[in-house]
């Protein structure tokens, strides 16, 4: 489905009345028909008939707000506390915590633990580098340990980040099957250590990897027309946890919605501040 963005012009009015009425009746219908969540467990359930239904946020960055009115919260296990975890489970928020699978930052506790046989090249935000993920014997403890501490700070699933390198210039020999097994493995390790496996990321691996994993974390696949390329999640019964970075939700709403994704916007820097959409009916 494309998505095509009106510019400002003639009939202005009638577009902002006519995007209002719509986001309304997705939103009474949405919260009429609301579907009880059971509370989260180790790993975290996601039942399928709650998928179309789940509200959720992502801060990575800011003081954490704790009382946001959101069911999945996605969160930095570095940063947040175990006070902060155990405040959102004491109302049963399902805790997703973001860990860096094919990747690491200069300033992360574990950054020694990469031998430099096991490093690639600059990776996509500052101060990274992608991994060598043909070299599971080195990164699987360390994989390991990161998603022990996710699980001791309260967190029952996790997202796995940069899982893509091989789509990227990483400096190492990597290509597509190279990274489909290692994605794989990270998220049968997270399943022995009782975590959620969801994949961030990755789309064109989407269609091979939705069996392996339980939800999918996506960035503006509305900007970038490629939302159809996640319904290998949906149409299972899955969670699409879907974010865009500009445009109206009033309109962006309406597309992601009846994909059935959990759709928000938010700023790049994934503060607290959020505009959801509503859930679908």
Known sequence: MRIRLRSPGVGRGPRRLLRSLVAVTLLTAAYGCRADLLPPGAPTPWPADSARHWRWQWQLTGPLDTTVDADVFLLDPVRTTATETAALRARDRRLVCQVAVGSYAGTDPDADRYPAAARGGAGLRPDTRWVDVRRWDVLEPILADRFRLCRGKGFG????ADADGYAHRPGLPLDFDDQLLFNRRAAALARTLSLSPG??????????????????????????????????????GKPVFHVEY????????????????????????????????????
């Open 157 to 160: 699933a996790v997202a796995l």
């Open 246 to 281: 500009a445009g109206d939700p009033a309109e962006f709403c309406v597309a992601t919605v009846g994909y059935g994704f959990a759709s928000m916007r938010k700023d790049r820097r994934l503060d607290a501040w959020r505009a959801p959409c509503p859930a679908a009916p």
């Open 199 to 236: 994949l961030l990321g990755d789309v064109p691996q989407v269609a091979a990897l939705a069996p392996d994993f339980d939800f999918a974390v996506d960035e503006e696949c509305v900007r970038l027309r490629r939302c159809a390329k996640l319904l290998p999640f949906a149409d299972a």
